[in-house]
């Protein structure tokens, strides 16, 4: 039997207030390899005994681009909670009201929620009938990064986070047509 919190006979009107504020993030990153790494295997798998392209020929050197710290980000979260209970001799309720935020450990994604339940509680006759009603009204909103975890870890990290000569601003590779840059 599954039962909510009530308000308690014969009580004054009780008050509680609960705030949580903190902080999430990935807690552990894949270990993957950089732009020279990658280049290497390219070089021994795909490409050999075959014409290496311009941009792994002309390669600068440098370790690339770490999606995963692209892509992660320490993200904020809270809940804010009120609680007002109560009851008569012959009646209860408690009323709740709560606010959560939570930014999402993904860039460009987050949730919020608000509700709000009541719950009323009646004795008749002698406390040999109840009757009582529980209401809960929630509204919520989600936005999801359009990329999945694991774009972030097979997006080649020879590819830049942007660049101006891509149009819309962000770096590509001709050879990455099947992804997007996360």
Same mark, same amino acid.
């Given at each position: ?16 207030? #609960? ?5 999430? !993030? ?9 732009? *020279?790494?990658? @280049?290497? =295997? ?65 860039? #460009? ?5 608000? !509700? ?9 006759? *002698?406390?040999? @009938?109840? =009757? ?51």
């Amino acid at each position: 039997l599954i039962t909510t919190k009530s308000g308690k006979k014969n009580s004054p009107v009780k008050v509680d207030i #609960n705030l949580y504020a903190g902080f999430q !993030n990935a807690t552990k990153e894949l270990e993957l390899m950089d732009a *020279n790494e990658w @280049i290497s =295997v390219l070089k021994e798998t795909h490409y050999a005994g075959k014409e290496v392209p311009e941009s792994i020929k002309n390669w600068d050197g440098s370790k690339g681009t770490n999606w995963q710290e692209e892509g992660f980000r320490t993200a904020f979260l809270s809940k804010s909670n009120v609680n007002i209970s109560g009851g008569g001799t012959n009646s209860t309720y408690r009323v709740s009201a709560c606010y959560t935020t939570q930014e999402g450990v993904l860039h #460009n994604s987050s949730y919020d929620a608000f !509700n709000i339940r009541t719950k009323n509680m009646f004795y008749l006759l *002698n406390d040999h @009938i109840r =009757v009582g009603n529980t209401f809960l009204i929630k509204s919520w909103k989600q936005r999801r990064n359009q990329s999945s975890l694991i774009d972030y870890m097979r997006m080649s990290p020879m590819v830049p986070v942007y660049d101006e000569n891509q149009l819309g601003g962000f770096g590509a590779r001709d050879w990455t047509i099947n992804m997007d840059n996360p």
